[in-house]
């Protein structure tokens, strides 16, 4: 631990400091819940009482992004003189170091980050929150896959003047956000900075380098970097994120859905065919008492498919769905579903099965019926009536 580094922060007892960048220090921290990553925000006269509850609303929807792709958010301060965020800490190297130190990724490796950090994306994007500062270095290869952290940091300081640094890594940023308009920069600027993250892990080089953030910006605005080195399909996908023009990238779920093969954006129809599920888990019981404990897991595979994989949690609003395919096996009324709030009797479809919550707090399988014997019952009720109406009548 270098000298500079507090013992403790909060109820946290400091271990070690990861990083220091522009919006604060990361610090490597124990708590009650095991090893813990702290950042703490540069300081520079947070006085403004209405800029600290902008900060605390903005970190409280980045806490409800789901961690199958990300580090989630357990907790965070902003009543202190350095406000900070404690995030789940993620062991490994960033995409940075790793490029640094091993070269360029390519093939599976290379697909495997694209599919990871898009559905971490959609995570985010589908919690209200806009990441604003993907880049490698947010981006963790943890011992279970690539991971995004930081996410919604980057908001909660640009909502929070006082406190706020320059948002963003210059050569990361989208047009939208260097043009002076970044206020108004959403879920695009996010899709145009993966697409920059994929081209540094695939040529690792920074995609608007420049010897100052001036000539940065300039090529931002009007240079496109040359994506021939990124093999097929990806560089047609990653030249299409890097638009000038929001309005012409893919939204996120398109780029999921290209990603598996589908170009034209419909998730309903990639649920056969996803190749990003992660390994079953379990097996859905015919009834799955939820209770506070533990999530209720659901693995339902069908045949010739990848198992779809989804867990309900009780929370304080009810229940929580979360779908863990990037919104590629759950759905809700037809609709894909990242996460949702279930309540009693509503119904919902993971896979091949559709499934209902009680009052009682359980899952239980609804049974389809065929429709052959729709109509064979059909013809029981006609022929049952047709017999009381003879025997009335005589």
Known sequence: MYTGAPRRIGPYEVLGCLGVGGQGTVYL????????????????GAADPKARRRFADEVAIASRVPRAYTAMIIDADVGGDQPYIVSEYVEGPSLQELVDTQGPLSGAALERLATYTAT??????GAGVVHRDLKPANVIIGPDGPRVVDFGVARALEASAAITTTVGTPGYLAPEQVAGVDAEAGPPADVHAWAGTLYFAATGKVPFGGSNVAVIINRVLTETPDVGAIPEPLRSLVADCLAKDPARR???????GRLVGHPSGTVQATVTRT????PALGTLKEITTLGSGPAADIVIAGVGIAPAHATVRKVSAGYRLHDHSGGLGTFVGG???LYTTLRPGDRFTIGTAVLR???TGELERVRRVPATRWWLLLLLVAAVALTVIVVVTG
């Open 29 to 44: 921290a124990r708590g009650e819940a095991g090893r813990v990553a702290i950042k703490v925000i540069h300081a520079q």
């Open 120 to 125: 971490a994306l959609a995570a985010i994007h």
């Open 250 to 256: 893919p939204t996120t779920m398109q780029l999921l």
């Open 275 to 278: 190749g990003i599920l992660p």
């Open 335 to 337: 609709r894909p579903v």
């Open 357 to 359: 919550l009680t009052g």
